[in-house]
């Protein structure tokens, strides 16, 4: 039964890891748009997060319901009954590596997931340093802050698309590593 629990705990923490590179592409994404203040409670992390990280866990968690990949996950529960025999010794070096292979790659998707986002707030405030050396009786990150926030809103409507994409096939071939 322990080593059940120990199964079930494991592969059920890989999921949530992998889950958790909308998280830190959300987190990441607020901070480049000036929306790292706004947070609410994110019922997919069990956390506070910001605004963006947790409309995009949702958003997600529907379109995993919606293109039926919560049958895979289903799937993997039934194949790890195959993988790992009941009774046997939990391979715990294995689920370690997996668990290292999936916070690496997690943060590699969260990264490309944001990574518009990244440039974009590369350069604006590269822009907005030089207009604030030019002028530096006006206080222009008061006057810039809203624009910022409109241009990252107008980038994130744009992007939603391509970024929840990418994420579904992170997540469908991570998913993949339980079914053999």
Same mark, same amino acid.
């Given at each position: 039964?322990?080593? !059940?629990?120990?199964?079930?705990?494991?592969?059920?923490?890989?999921?949530?890891?992998?889950?958790?590179?909308?998280?830190?592409?959300?987190? +990441?994404?607020?901070?480049?748009?000036?929306?790292?203040?706004?947070?609410?409670?994110?019922?997919?992390?069990?956390?506070?997060?910001?605004?963006?990280?947790?409309?995009?866990?949702?958003?997600?968690?529907?379109?995993?319901?919606?293109?039926?990949?919560?049958?895979?996950?289903? +799937? +993997?529960?039934?194949?790890?009954?195959?993988?790992?025999?009941?009774?046997?010794?939990?391979?715990?070096?294995?689920?370690? !590596?997996?668990?290292?292979?999936?916070?690496?790659?997690?943060?590699?998707? +969260?990264?490309?997931?944001?990574?518009?986002?990244?440039?974009?707030?590369?350069?604006?405030?590269?822009?907005?340093?030089?207009?604030?050396?030019?002028?530096?009786?006006?206080?222009?990150?008061?006057?810039?802050?809203?624009?910022?926030?409109?241009?990252?809103?107008?980038?994130?409507?744009?992007?939603?698309?391509?970024?929840?994409?990418?994420?579904?096939?992170?997540?469908?071939?991570?998913?993949?590593?339980?079914?053999?």
């Amino acid at each position: 039964l322990v080593m !059940e629990l120990g199964l079930g705990i494991a592969i059920g923490l890989t999921v949530r890891l992998v889950m958790s590179a909308l998280s830190v592409a959300g987190t +990441a994404i607020a901070f480049q748009t000036g929306l790292a203040f706004a947070q609410n409670v994110d019922p997919a992390q069990g956390v506070q997060s910001a605004i963006f990280a947790t409309f995009m866990s949702m958003t997600a968690i529907t379109l995993i319901f919606l293109t039926d990949l919560h049958h895979l996950l289903i +799937a +993997a529960i039934v194949e790890s009954y195959t993988m790992f025999q009941p009774g046997n010794v939990i391979p715990v070096g294995e689920f370690a !590596e997996v668990a290292t292979t999936t916070i690496a790659n997690s943060f590699r998707v +969260a990264i490309q997931i944001s990574a518009p986002f990244l440039a974009f707030g590369l350069l604006f405030y590269l822009g907005v340093g030089v207009l604030a050396r030019l002028m530096p009786q006006v206080q222009i990150f008061f006057v810039i802050m809203p624009v910022n926030i409109f241009l990252g809103f107008v980038l994130f409507a744009l992007l939603l698309a391509v970024m929840i994409r990418m994420f579904i096939g992170y997540f469908e071939s991570s998913i993949q590593i339980f079914m053999g």
